[in-house]
């Protein structure tokens, strides 16, 4: 669903509302809505592993060499398949969200594209579900399914593209910020898998 008209609320970003389980529930479920299959991709899986080494060539002094050798392996060990995508937001966190008579809309599909469903957790799952079980149970709860095996690999890959592409596309921006929370992301990353 595409509104084409203005929606009246405020953004949840900053708000009681972005550490409040019903925000979060109303969130998963609205996603849901929006992620339509579009059908399965032989070469995503595969386009996202070459975008994926490109920000690992690019990433050198901006992760320790100890990191980017292991996410050079990690990135080697991930078995390319097929992958199904949906209609993703592609920026899926409280900054888009606004809330208006307890009621969450999501605006700003800017980046939107077919991926799979699993790209529009990634920023959630590192910075608002980070140690929040209550709030991503209540997410994955609205959404209907939570990230399990058969997501793993595409999990992964994605977890790794968005990590060091944040790391690299930060340090060229000059937003040391955002560089740094890509640093966590990798240490996560690597962490997990």
Excluded at 37 to 64: I, P
Excluded at 69 to 81: D, E, G, H, K, Y
Excluded at 98 to 123: L, N, S
């Amino acid at each position: 669903m595409l509104v084409v008209r203005y929606l009246p609320g405020e953004p949840v970003e900053g708000t009681p509302s972005e550490s409040h389980p019903d925000t979060y529930r109303q969130a998963g479920e609205l996603l849901r809505r929006i992620h339509r299959r579009v059908g399965a991709s032989q070469d995503y899986f595969n386009a996202l592993m070459v975008k994926t080494n490109g920000w690992l060539n690019r990433a050198d002094e901006l992760v320790s060499a100890t990191q980017l050798s292991a996410l050079r392996r990690l990135a080697n060990s991930l078995v390319p398949r097929p992958v199904e995508l949906v209609a993703t937001h592609g920026d899926y966190q409280p900054r888009n969200w606004i809330q208006h008579d307890g009621e969450v809309r999501v605006i700003d599909f800017g980046r939107a594209a077919p991926r799979p469903w699993v790209h529009d957790v990634i920023r959630l799952s590192h910075q608002q579900l980070l140690g929040q079980p209550e709030l991503a149970n209540a997410f994955f709860e609205g959404y209907g399914t939570s990230i399990g095996e058969a997501e793993r690999d595409i999990w992964v890959a994605e977890n790794l593209n968005q990590a060091v592409g944040t790391v690299v596309w930060a340090h060229d921006v000059g937003d040391s910020v955002f560089e740094e929370s890509g640093r966590s992301m990798v240490t996560r990353v690597l962490s997990s898998s």
